[in-house]
């Protein structure tokens, strides 16, 4: 009877080993391939920088390059927020908070900029899209060092999943 109840306590220990070792292999496997996205969308926001670069030097107070670059870094991000680490999801967070406050304060200086130029029949363009631009520079300032942060922290985590893989090749690449 005791050699039974350990038998079985053994079979449920090693099927519970077993799926967690699963469980584990699946996850892992999918944080590769929202980290292999972010090292995309890293890839993206280089050529970017580079295609722009004379629109970039002769037009630097222009936000709207910044802008878009932190808003696919906040879609990425916040797409799959359990696959990604508690650093990496932290500073996410902390980046959309951020850049959401600069967005809604453009959002409302745009309706206050249409309200005081409307003149009857539409308002001015200029004096609104002056008005969100002013606002927007701001995420330079509001972002910019979590930014940086948060790639930093992207090829520290990257970083850690290819000594993982490593170690792994290692292991099973030695015939014993």
Known sequence: NLKNKLQTEFLKYETYTSISKE????????RIVVYQGFLNLKKEID???????????????NPTLFCNVVSKINKASRENPMLISNELAKLSNELYEKSSQVLSDAKVSVAHAEIN?????????????????????????????VYNRWFELLELDVSRI?????????????KH
């Open 47 to 61: 050529d970017s920088i580079i295609e722009n670069a004379v629109h970039l030097e002769f037009q630097d107070d």
């Open 117 to 145: 130029t409307f003149d009857g029949e539409k308002s001015n363009p200029h004096a609104v899209m002056e008005a969100e631009e002013d606002e927007l520079r701001g995420m330079i300032e509001e972002c910019g060092e």
């Open 23 to 30: 469980k584990y292999q699946e996850l892992f496997e999918k």
């Open 162 to 174: 290819r000594n993982i893989l490593d170690v792994t090749n290692d292991f099973l690449g030695k």
